[in-house]
């Protein structure tokens, strides 16, 4: 009998369900974000953020939004200009005058009668673009220089596209530029020959205008802040104008966080583009295969690949 108990028991575990450990979750883009090593993540230097205070809202609510300047070689006539009209404060007691929905949020000064600073430069439309491999990398010397090789390889608007220093950009077999994707900021202009100054500015608040690159000169990015652009009242007039001057949202200043106290500089880092940590972001928004999704994508357009950035806390 206790030979045939034995017997029993030794069948019946061959039927009772395995339980294998839980496979671990597989991380999402932010998650993998969030736990890149600190080398991976780069500095942006205070002399290259562009500090735009608007007036409090109805609440009392500060409203500040944080715009990063484009690195060498891209738009460098324009961003001169840029730095020379926040140096001059021109921006103060100007206004955001046109917010067009699923477009641009644009500001300056809605007279066009202000005189603007001497010495700015006129900018040729050639510089919309630069020759192929001129981007400098403002990144530790242990990380390579060469274009990050995980980016998307083309689109509908440019031959190729890829990311370089932590930026969008496109290019051909000669020339590359800028991207016009969410939050960028570009330069607004009257018609050709015409390039602008730097003194009209708009951020993107809605689907990326490609159509916009090598026809405007993109100049930063907004990095902290955009919502108190995109969540702004539409503009009833022709483009998102405001046409009841009451409704246009003063600028108290724009500054370069370089000239602001230091103690009350902002600081932020971006994730590195030539990292590896990144290159498994970039694959993760191209193949979501966190928990919520059902069929990866397979690609992405490089406009939904946003580059990471941070706030730096005070030490």
């Given at each position: 009998m206790r030979h045939l108990?034995?017997?029993?028991?030794?069948a019946a575990s061959f039927v009772l369900?395995?339980?294998?450990?839980?496979?671990?979750?597989?991380?999402?883009p932010g998650e993998i974000a969030a736990s890149a090593?600190?080398?991976?993540?780069?500095?942006?230097?205070a002399s290259d953020l562009l500090v735009m205070d608007l007036t409090p809202d109805a609440t009392g609510k500060p409203r500040r939004v944080v715009i990063q300047l484009m690195p060498a070689?891209?738009?460098?006539?324009?961003?001169?200009?840029?730095?020379?009209?926040?140096?001059?404060?021109?921006?103060?007691?100007?206004?955001?005058?046109?917010?067009?929905?699923?477009?641009?949020?644009?500001?300056?000064?809605a007279t066009e009668k202000k005189a603007l600073p001497t010495g700015l430069a006129t900018v040729p439309e050639q510089d919309y673009t630069v020759p192929v491999g001129q981007?400098?990398?403002?990144?530790?010397?242990?990380?390579?220089?060469?274009?990050?090789?995980?980016?998307?390889?083309?689109?509908?608007?440019?031959?190729?596209?890829?990311?370089?220093?932590?930026?969008?950009?496109?290019?051909?077999?000669?020339?590359?530029?800028?991207l016009h994707c969410y939050g960028a900021v570009g330069v607004g202009r009257n018609m050709s020959p015409d390039t602008g100054a730097g003194a009209e500015l708009y951020a993107v608040i809605g689907h990326a205008p490609r159509h916009l690159d090598r026809n405007i000169a993109v100049v930063g990015r907004v990095i902290s802040g955009i919502e108190h652009l995109s969540s702004l009242p539409r503009g009833t007039g022709a483009l998102g104008f405001y046409e009841d001057e009451k409704k246009r949202v003063p600028i108290?200043?724009?500054?370069?966080?370089?000239?602001?106290p230091a103690g009350q500089q902002p600081k932020f880092e971006y994730h590195s583009t030539e990292s590896d940590s990144f290159a498994r972001y970039a694959?993760?928004?191209?193949?979501?295969?966190?928990?919520?999704?059902i069929k990866p994508a397979g690609g992405a357009d490089i406009c939904n690949i946003p580059v990471p950035v941070r706030p730096v806390a005070a030490k």
């Open positions: 108990l034995l017997t029993a028991a030794a369900p395995a339980y294998a450990a839980e496979p671990a979750p597989v991380p999402s090593p600190a080398s991976d993540w780069v500095a942006i230097a070689p891209f738009s460098q006539g324009w961003i001169g200009n840029i730095r020379k009209l926040a140096a001059a404060h021109w921006w103060d007691g100007t206004s955001v005058n046109r917010v067009q929905d699923n477009y641009v949020a644009q500001w300056g000064d981007l400098v990398i403002h990144e530790t010397p242990a990380r390579g220089t060469k274009p990050s090789p995980h980016a998307p390889r083309g689109d509908g608007y440019a031959e190729f596209t890829r990311f370089s220093g932590g930026w969008p950009v496109a290019f051909d077999h000669a020339r590359e530029w800028p108290a200043s724009i500054r370069l966080a370089d000239s602001l694959d993760a928004r191209a193949n979501r295969r966190d928990p919520f999704f």
